[in-house]
Nanobody, 124 residues
Framework: VQLQASGGGLVQPGGSLRLSCAASGVTLDHFAIGWFRQASGREREWVSCYNSGDGSTYYADSVKGRFTMSREDAKNTVHLQMNSLEPEDAAVYYC??????????????????WGQGTQVTVSS
């Protein structure tokens, strides 16, 4: 199983970015995909999770209403649409996966598979 995160970049405050997490070696039908982020000098923070098992999505309070997860079956990919970005959102973003049987978790160690990070910079 491999997860490939992409879509990071530089954006001005108030702007938008869409991150993608492409899965290979597994069908997302049976997977929960979480997004985490880690800013320089800070601990890793859970951002959101999508559970393919029941289609449920969960978001951290800090991003609720601004970030949205979606799934693109044709590409076996989960997206994280990030709108109204703030400087506080700047971080390296990681996607992680675990069996949908376990549901979504805010705990990093619950995830078995991790993609490489993609850098998000929010600056004017």
């Amino acid at each position: 199983v491999q997860l490939q995160a992409s879509g990071g970049g530089l954006v001005q405050p108030g702007g938008s970015l869409r991150l993608s997490c492409a899965a290979s070696g597994v069908t997302l039908d049976h997977f929960a995909i979480g997004w985490f982020r880690q800013a320089s000098g800070r601990e890793r923070e859970w951002v959101s999770c999508y559970n393919s098992g029941d289609g449920s999505t969960y978001y951290a309070d800090s991003v609720k209403g601004r970030f949205t997860m979606s799934r693109e079956d044709a590409k076996n990919t989960v997206h994280l649409q990030m709108n109204s970005l703030e400087p506080e959102d700047a971080a390296v973003y990681y996607c992680a996966g675990e069996s949908a049987l376990y549901g979504c978790s805010e705990s990093g160690p619950s995830y078995e598979y991790w993609g490489q990070g993609t850098q998000v910079t929010v600056s004017s």
